[in-house]
C-alpha cells in the first residue's frame, strides 16, 4: 500500500504549524509542512526536528499558479496522490471599514480564489477517500452577510462556483467604485473583505463538495476559534496547539457522512445557512 499523505498550506507558523505537529504525532503517513516563504518554511521545519517531529517540507505559495503547479509535479511524482489537504492558509485586513480596493483584492484573492486554483489543480491528486478541510472563521458564516439580495442567492441550494464569484465580484466592484455601503455586510462591515472571502469560501466548499459527488472524498470548513496568533495579534482563547485539535480530529476521525459540513471551533456542525444567526465574528471580541 502507498505511503499516505497529508498537506497543510500555510504552516509555517500559527495554526497551520499547530495542526502540522499535531497531524505528526497522531498521522500514520507523511505530512508535508508548506510555506510561501522558504526561509520561513524551513525554520519551522527546523523547530520541529528539535521536538522530534519530521515533517517533509516544499515551498507552496498558493496565490502563485506556478508554485501550485511545481507543488503538484512533486506530489504526484513522489506519492502519486494526497489523502488530506488542509488549506490553512490565510490573510487578513486591518479592522478598519475603509481598506482600499488593492488591499481587498489581495484579501479576497489569498483567502478565496487561491482554493478555486487548488481545486483545479489539487483536487486530480485526492485519493478515494481523501478528506478535504478549508479553514475558514466565524467571518464565514452566512450571518456575516446583511445585504438582502445576496443573503437570499447565497442560501440557494442549488448555488453554482459563479454565483459566488459575482458576490465577491460585487464587493470588490463597491470599493473600487468607491460605493461599498458598510450595512451590507455585519458589525458595521468591519474586515469586510475578510468577511467577503471567507463566507464565499465556506459557500464554496459545499459545492466543491457537491461536485465531488459519487466519490469518498469529503470536503468540509470551519472556525478555528479565536486563537493567538500573528493574525489576531497574539489575542485569543487559544493556543495554537489547543487549535490544532480538532482540525485533526475532522480529517482523521469524522465520520464519512460529515460532508460539506461547517463546523465550529468545539466540534459542533452549525447550519451555514442560518443568515439570521449571531455566529458572525464581533470586532469587540478582540478587546474583551
Ligand atoms: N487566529 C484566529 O483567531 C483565526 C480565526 C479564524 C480563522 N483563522 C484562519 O486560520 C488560518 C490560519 O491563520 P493564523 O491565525 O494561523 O494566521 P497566521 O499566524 O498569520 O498564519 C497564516 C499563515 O498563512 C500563510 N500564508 C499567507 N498567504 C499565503 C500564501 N499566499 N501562500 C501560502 N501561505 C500563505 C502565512 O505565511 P507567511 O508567514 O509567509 O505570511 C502563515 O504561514 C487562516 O486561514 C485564518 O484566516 C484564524
Given amino acids: 500500500m502507498s505511503t499516505k499523505v497529508a498537506v497543510v498550506t500555510g504552516a509555517n507558523k500559527g ?8 497531524l505528526l504525532l497522531r498521522y500514520d503517513g507523511v505530512v508535508y509542512l508548506t510555506s510561501r516563504d522558504e526561509t520561513r518554511g524551513k525554520e519551522a521545519v527546523t523547530k520541529l526536528e528539535a521536538l522530534g517531529l519530521f515533517p517533509l517540507y516544499h515551498q507552496l505559495d498558493i496565490a502563485d499558479r506556478d508554485s501550485i503547479l511545481r507543488f503538484r509535479d512533486h ?15 490565510g490573510v487578513s485586513a486591518g479592522l478598519e471599514v475603509d481598506s482600499t480596493y488593492e488591499e481587498a483584492k489581495y484579501v479576497i484573492d489569498i483567502n478565496y480564489f487561491s482554493i478555486l486554483t487548488i481545486k483545479e489543480l489539487l483536487f486530480p491528486l485526492l485519493r478515494d477517500d481523501a478528506r478535504v478541510l ?50 451590507d455586510i455585519a458589525d458595521g ?28 472524498i ?13 493574525m489576531t495579534g ?50 469587540v471580541t478582540l478587546f474583551e
Fill in 15 to 22: 495554526i497551520g504549524f499547530g495542526i502540522v505537529k499535531l
Fill in 75 to 89: 506530489i504526484e511524482k513522489t506519492h502519486g496522490g494526497i489523502d488530506i489537504l488542509i488549506n490553512n492558509a
Fill in 134 to 183: 478549508n479553514i475558514s472563521s466565524d467571518c464565514g458564516h452566512l450571518s456575516n452577510v446583511k445585504n438582502k439580495y445576496w443573503v437570499q442567492r447565497l442560501s440557494q441550494k442549488d448555488l453554482k462556483v459563479e454565483d459566488v464569484n459575482e458576490f465577491v465580484n460585487w464587493y470588490l466592484d463597491s470599493k473600487k467604485n468607491g460605493t461599498f455601503n458598510r450595512e
Fill in 189 to 216: 462591515g468591519t474586515v469586510a473583505s475578510y468577511r467577503v472571502a471567507k463566507v464565499a469560501l465556506s459557500a464554496v466548499t459545499i459545492i466543491h463538495q457537491k461536485e465531488l459527488k459519487g466519490t469518498n
Fill in 218 to 230: 469529503s470536503v468540509n470548513s470551519m472556525h478555528p476559534g479565536l486563537v493567538r496568533t500573528g
Fill in 234 to 283: 497574539e489575542v485569543g482563547f487559544y493556543s495554537i496547539d489547543d487549535a490544532a485539535k480538532v482540525p485533526v480530529d475532522l480529517v482523521l476521525d469524522a465520520p464519512e457522512t460529515l460532508r460539506g459540513a461547517y463546523v465550529w471551533y468545539d466540534g459542533k456542525v452549525l447550519d451555514w445557512y442560518d443568515y439570521n444567526a449571531d455566529y458572525y465574528f464581533k470586532t
